[in-house]
């Protein structure tokens, strides 16, 4: 028997800041751009009256994209991040603030019209202090947005593509799906020095909605959305399919009671 006390893993993405930033850019990643950013902002449909609370922003690649004249509010666990986020700031009256989103927290303004936390719940363990404290942020009827890779096909270590020579598809394998799951992820596989770890913490579609009913929210809608790239070459027909039937992204789109 493990007789150790709990270590909780530190989930920041303090020391993969830079190699983030390079990635990220001002506009987001390759994903950002094609698919995550304008799915959410059709999802939330922003005026410039809107007031944003961004979990877990990172470099606050969402404070770029926001109607202007909408406020927006952006916390993350990484300084370096936040001082990146504030050294690109669109606005002088945006903010950015260092805080773990899993502890509870109050800032001054407790009724955003909308909360999200853009592939980064999927970061933390304690999912529902993050929704409490979502909750605890919105007005009555305020938009809470949650982009994941999706839950059930993308499972870091438990979930690959394989192909079925004999129909000549292209086939998503998931070992694992009900168990919660903490996996770290290597962000710089192959180096030689320290490695750089984050995790990644699974839970089944369930758990979600579960949460999110026990913090006082409904869910309204859920999207799943695919990859918009193409293959070529002799498998692009397999592929495209394959990419086409398995999502990569799901938003859940929720609002406080
Ligand atoms: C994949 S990044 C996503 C950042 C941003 N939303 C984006 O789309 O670029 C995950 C972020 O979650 C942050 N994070 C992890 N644990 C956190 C915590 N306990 N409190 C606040 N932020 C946390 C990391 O520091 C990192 O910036």
């Known amino acids: 028997m493990n007789n150790q006390p709990y270590k ?20 987001g990643h390759y ?5 995550v950013i304008p799915k959410s902002l059709d999802l939330l449909k922003l005026s410039k009256d809107a007031s944003v609370l961004d979990l877990g922003c990172g470099q606050g690649v969402f404070s770029r994209v926001i109607p202007k004249g909408a406020y927006y509010y952006g916390v ?9 986020a504030k050294q690109l700031k669109a606005s002088t009256d945006m903010q950015f603030n260092v805080q773990d989103i899993t502890k509870e927290f109050t800032l001054p303004k407790t009724d955003f019209s909308h909360c999200l936390i853009i592939l980064a719940l999927q970061n933390v363990e304690e999912i529902n202090v993050v929704m409490a404290n979502a909750a605890r942020h919105l007005e009555s009827g305020g938009k809470f947005l949650i982009v994941l890779n999706h839950p059930a096909y993308r499972i870091p270590r438990q979930s690959s593509w394989g192909i079925d020579e004999q129909s000549k598809l292209q086939y998503r394998k998931v070992n694992k799906y009900m168990s919660p799951m903490k996996i770290p992820i290597d962000m710089a596989p192959g180096a030689k020095d320290r490695k750089t770890l984050t995790w990644s913490f699974h839970f089944p579609l369930s758990t979600y909605s579960d949460c999110l009913a026990k913090s006082g929210f409904y869910m309204e809608r859920i999207e799943e959305w695919v990859s918009d790239k193409q293959s070529a070459g002799k498998h692009a027909k397999m592929e495209n399919r394959a990419r086409d039937e398995f ?3 799901m938003a859940i789109l929720a609002a406080k009671r």
């Not at 909780?8 to 506009?27: D, F, L, R």
């Not at 993350?76 to 990146?84: A, E, Q």
């Open 8 to 27: 909780k893993p530190n989930t920041s993405w303090e020391n993969s800041a830079q190699k983030y930033h390079q990635i990220v850019g001002e506009e």
């Open 76 to 84: 993350d666990i990484s300084k370096s991040l936040i001082n990146t």
């Open 31 to 35: 994903y950002h751009k094609a698919v």
């Open 247 to 249: 999502p990569m992204f």
